[in-house]
């Protein structure tokens, strides 16, 4: 059983940058592919960024890309999340997840199985 904790949000104001951290822990982390999502208020929950768990390959959703990086370091069992240029509409709960050598960077919430308990990010105008 992998358990997951994200850490690093916060109150951003529009324009700045927050760095979100996913450590993972009961399993083989880099045998996983990770993924981060969020759910605004009243929205359902979407995809943001996916790492596989080679490390080789990334994916974004279209609104972050050039904004968002996501990383890895298997010596810390930790995924990243950096988030520069923020805007209003990235407010939301941020959740890591993960799953276990899955071929690709997986996209659909349904394609993992292990999940965090979320973080809020809240970016104010």
């Known amino acids: 059983q992998v358990q997951l904790v994200e850490s690093g949000g916060g109150l951003v104001q529009a324009g700045g940058s927050l760095r979100l951290s996913c450590t993972a822990s009961?399993?083989?982390?880099?045998?996983?592919?990770m993924g981060w999502f969020r759910q605004a208020p009243g929205k359902e929950r979407e995809f943001v960024s996916a790492?596989?768990?080679?490390?080789?390959?990334?994916n974004y959703q279209d609104s972050v890309k050039g904004r968002f990086t996501i990383s890895r370091d298997n010596a810390k069992n930790t995924v990243y999340l950096q988030m520069n240029s923020l805007k209003p509409e990235d407010t939301a709960v941020y959740y890591c997840?993960?799953?276990?050598?899955?071929?690709?960077?997986?996209?659909?919430?349904?394609?993992?199985?292990?999940w965090g308990q979320g973080t809020q990010v809240t970016v104010s105008s």
């Open positions: 997840a993960a799953i276990y050598r899955v071929a690709g960077t997986p996209s659909r919430d349904y394609q993992y199985k292990y």
């Open positions: 009961g399993g083989t982390f880099s045998s996983y592919t």
């Open positions: 790492i596989s768990w080679t490390g080789g390959s990334t």
